[in-house]
Antibody, heavy 123, light 108 residues
Framework: QVHLAESGGGVVQPGRSLRLSCTAS????????MHWVRQVPGKGLDWVAV????????HYADSVRGRFTISRDNSKSTLYMQMSSLRAEDSALYYC????????????????WGQGTTVTVSS | SYELTQPPSVSVSPGQTARITCSGD??????AYWYQQKPGQAPVLVIF???ERPSGIPERISGSTSGTTVTLTISGVQAEDEADYYC???????????FGGGTKLTVV
C-alpha cells in the first residue's frame, strides 16, 4: 500500500543543522512532486517547500528560504530536507506529502501524507 | 505574502449543513484544495481543484467557488465530521503555496 515514513527529527540547539528524510513505498516515487509541511502542536498547517518529480524545480516559504534545502533521490524513493541555522520557531511536526500534476500543470492536491517527525529547537 | 482567510470555528447540529469559507485574492485564478485533520492524525485531502472529490470521500462533502471565495460544504453533518479543516492554494505571480488558518468544525 501507499506509504510515507518521515525520520530524522530530534532535539537540536539553535543555529545547528538537521536533515529530515521521507521514505516512500507502494507507488512510483519518481512521478510525483513532494512537499514538506509543518505544524506546531495545536496550531495550523504551514507549507514549507516543494520539489518537482525530477528534482529540477524547488520552491520555499519565505520563512525558510536560504536556510532549508529540499532534495530527492528517486533511485532510493526518498525525499530530504536539509535544515540549517535552525531557530526556535522551526520547532514543529514535519510532514512529507505527495502531489500528482496533470499534463496541464495543475496539481491534484496533497493526497498522501506521512505521520510526521518532530523537530525541537532548544538550547 | 499571500494569505487565505478562514473563520476560526463553525458549529452545527447533527444532520445540518456546515459551510466553511476560504477567501483569497488569487482564488479566481488558482485552484483551492481542502484538507480534514482530526486530532493526532495527519491531514486528509477531501476536495481538490475547487470541486473535485478524491475517491473514498463521501458525496455529502463538496466544494464550490465564487469569485475570491471558495466554500467547503458538508451536508448531513455527522459526529465523525468534527475536525479541523484547512484550505490550500497558491499565489498567482510567485510559486508560493499557503494554507488558510484552519476552521474547527464542532458538531453540537
Amino acid at each position: 500500500q501507499v506509504h510515507l515514513a518521515e525520520s530524522g527529527g530530534g532535539v537540536v540547539q539553535p543555529g545547528r543543522s538537521l536533515r529530515l528524510s521521507c521514505t516512500a513505498s507502494g507507488f512510483t516515487f519518481s512521478r510525483v512532486a513532494m512537499h514538506w509541511v509543518r505544524q506546531v502542536p495545536g496550531k495550523g498547517l504551514d507549507w514549507v517547500a516543494v520539489i518537482s518529480y525530477d528534482g529540477r524545480n524547488t520552491h520555499y516559504a519565505d520563512s525558510v528560504r536560504g536556510r532549508f534545502t529540499i532534495s530527492r533521490d528517486n533511485s532510493k524513493s526518498t525525499l530530504y530536507m536539509q535544515m540549517s541555522s535552525l531557530r526556535a520557531e522551526d520547532s514543529a511536526l514535519y510532514y512529507c506529502a505527495t502531489e500528482h500534476y496533470d499534463s496541464n500543470g495543475y496539481g491534484s492536491g496533497m493526497d498522501v501524507w506521512g505521520q510526521g517527525t518532530t523537530v525541537t529547537v532548544s538550547s | 505574502s499571500y494569505e487565505l482567510t478562514q473563520p476560526p470555528s463553525v458549529s452545527v447540529s447533527p444532520g445540518q449543513t456546515a459551510r466553511i469559507t476560504c477567501s483569497g485574492d488569487a482564488l479566481p485564478k488558482q485552484y483551492a484544495y481542502w484538507y480534514q485533520q482530526k486530532p493526532g492524525q495527519a491531514p486528509v485531502l477531501v476536495i481538490f481543484k475547487d470541486t473535485e472529490r478524491p475517491s473514498g470521500i463521501p458525496e455529502r462533502i463538496s466544494g464550490s467557488t465564487s469569485g475570491t471565495t471558495v466554500t467547503l460544504t458538508i451536508s448531513g453533518v455527522q459526529a465523525e465530521d468534527e475536525a479541523d479543516y484547512y484550505c490550500h492554494s497558491s499565489d498567482i505571480t510567485t510559486p508560493y503555496w499557503v494554507f488558510g488558518g484552519g476552521t474547527k468544525l464542532t458538531v453540537v
